[in-house]
């Protein structure tokens, strides 16, 4: 859909004031509240002016997908994204940028090629892509196809002796289950509305950390086990199902990342549920399936090695040692371009950054540009960040603790803060695909709500309308909201992100809507601004510190 990209000011001014928008009861408690929020309507004017009609976003985005492509954490590609926005983010006029280093990331691995296909009961090609940093095959292999699953310790000394030369089928055949619901989604009055309603939540069941903990243990020990004896045991290789029909190729990670010191197992494949369940459907005939293989992976370094989050800033004024951020992930999956998921929220930072230089905004507040790496990894660029920079909690002493994720951590202290947490004004984040922003979720901070319900008024008429209460998660403002800063995701249109490029071969540059990364850039950078030039920080929340 196209947006009404070419309003002057004094339009733009009589069309606010004649805009009717349904009111949700969220809204309407906030509407006495907005007189006192002030909106710099003339800079809001000129910022869509410069992000609608003279925008760079695609620019940025082609570059990251189609020039450097699949950016896997600690990739050499990771690298190259990381040196080029840093660079373009120079040439824009921004200051102090630089690569903000991240240890404990793992090791860099890339794939070159997959090629898989089936000789008996008959050939055909079979459509499968690696998991990241597992090994390739070193040249081309052929062996005989075996179901079978590994699960706990006492399957492998039952199958010790009789696997090698054979590629194993590890998953179940899968029945197709057709789609019920469209691919391609926006939001509409409805979704929006239903979307305000905040349900309170029931008691927490008692949660045994200690438990949690020890089945983490057992499980990341029995993989380990595992690819030491598919290794041993001369497998040439292990195939699961994608988890998504429609021919899509939905992956992640396995082998080894965290140090070359770990077994890194054999090749290690997802196949489409239409491919793989024909070779299931075969072995259950009791046909003899044969396959060969060629899959070209590879370690791209010695042992772990550090990672960097791109950081740049725009210097504020009288106020220049508060700081204001924005934030998406640039780190990537390999299997398509990362272009959704998320070279939309690294391009549409990077333009809201180059908007506000380009504008010669002068923020009270300094805003500072972070995008993050590792973030598919459990957002570890960012948490590794506000560690540093905000606050964390004293390590553990326990070893065994600290391979622990810190959703599974006992709380080793009280949170340490820095002196820059209290300056620390806002984060906002973009990481829900390439879809335009309908609003923002308030992370449960009521008092930010009547601030952003203001702040959006201006961009009604291109379809930002809603705040919504509730929480959300899974990316990288959750690692400033867990140590008691404001952190914000926006709403989003999800387009088709959930039901075919996420984490799938089809994240590319097909899938994107250009003007709906116009419309973010001018929402993000006018949040950012309005938030640089307030007279008081961001509102912050109730924040209870379990560590004490």
């Known amino acids: 859909m196209n947006f009404a990209i070419s309003l002057r000011a004094s339009a733009l001014a009589v069309c606010l004031g004649a805009l009717m928008v349904p009111q949700t009861p969220l809204q309407a408690q ?45 990739s050499p590609a990771m690298t190259a994204a990381n040196e080029w926005t840093a660079s373009q983010l120079r040439g824009w006029g921004l200051a102090n940028v630089h690569q903000d280093v991240v240890d404990g990331l793992g090791r860099g691995w890339e794939f070159s090629h997959s090629r898989v296909e ?15 940093w597992t090994p390739g095959t070193q040249g081309t292999v052929e062996g005989e196809v075996v179901a079978l699953k590994l699960e706990k310790p006492e399957d492998l000394e039952k199958h010790k002796g009789k696997l090698r030369g054979k590629i194993l089928f590890v998953s179940d055949l899968r029945d197709y289950k057709p789609g019920t619901e469209p691919d391609f989604h926006r939001h509409d009055d409805e979704s929006l509305v239903r979307m305000q309603t905040f349900e309170v939540p029931k008691d927490r069941a008692t949660s045994n950390r200690e438990a949690d903990a020890r089945r983490f243990g057992e499980r990341v020990q029995f993989q380990r086990q595992l690819r030491q004896f598919l290794m041993d045991e001369g497998v040439l290789a292990t195939v699961s199902i994608s988890s998504w029909d429609n021919g899509l190729l939905r992956l992640g990670g396995g082998g080894a990342r965290r140090s070359r010191d770990e077994p890194a197992g054999v090749p290690d494949l997802v196949m489409i549920a239409t491919h793989y369940n024909q070779v299931m459907r ?73 908007i506000l230089k380009q504008l010669n905004a002068k923020p009270r507040r300094t805003i500072r540009i972070a995008l993050w790496t590792g973030e598919e990894q459990g957002l570890i660029g960012s948490q590794d960040y506000v560690a540093r920079h905000f606050a964390k909690r004293p390590e553990p002493s326990d070893p065994a603790e600290k391979d622990l994720p810190l959703s599974l951590r006992s709380p080793a202290g009280p949170l340490v803060r820095t002196r820059a947490h209290e300056k620390f004004s806002v984060y906002f ?17 009521l008092a930010a709500v009547p601030i952003f319900e203001a702040w959006l008024k201006p961009f009604h008429d291109v379809g930002a309308t809603t705040v919504v209460s509730r929480n959300t998660g899974s990316t990288d403002h959750i690692a400033f909201d867990r140590v008691g800063l404001p952190g914000f995701q926006f ?15 089809l994240d590319t540059l097909d899938h994107v809507q250009p003007e709906d990364l116009k419309q973010a850039a001018a929402i993000v950078a006018a949040f950012a601004w309005h938030a640089a030039n307030r007279e008081e920080k961001m509102p912050r929340k109730l924040f209870v510190d379990e560590g004490r």
């Open 30 to 74: 906030g509407r006495n509240n907005q007189q006192h929020e002030p909106v710099d309507i003339e800079m809001v004017s000129r910022i869509r002016q410069e992000a609608f009609q003279r925008s760079q976003v695609m620019a940025t985005m082609t570059h990251l997908t189609e020039k450097i492509g699949a950016r896997l954490t600690n």
């Open 118 to 132: 089936m000789l008996a009961p008959r050939t055909l090609p079979l459509h499968a892509l690696p998991k990241a």
């Open 282 to 354: 075969a072995l259950n005939r009791k046909e003899a399936v044969r396959l060969r293989l060629d899959v070209g992976a590879r370690f791209t370094d010695s042992d772990d090695q550090p990672g960097y989050n791109t950081i740049a800033e725009l210097a504020g004024s009288d106020k220049r040692d508060e700081v204001v951020m924005l934030g998406a992930h640039l780190d990537s999956w390999h299997t398509g371009t990362g272009a959704s998921d998320n070279a939309a929220g690294v391009a549409v930072m990077m333009e809201a950054m180059r």
């Open 429 to 445: 984040n973009m990481d829900n695909g390439s879809g335009r922003i309908r609003g923002i979720y308030a992370q449960e901070n």
């Open 491 to 505: 709403v989003q249109d999800r387009l088709d992100y959930f039901s075919n490029v996420h984490h799938s071969h």
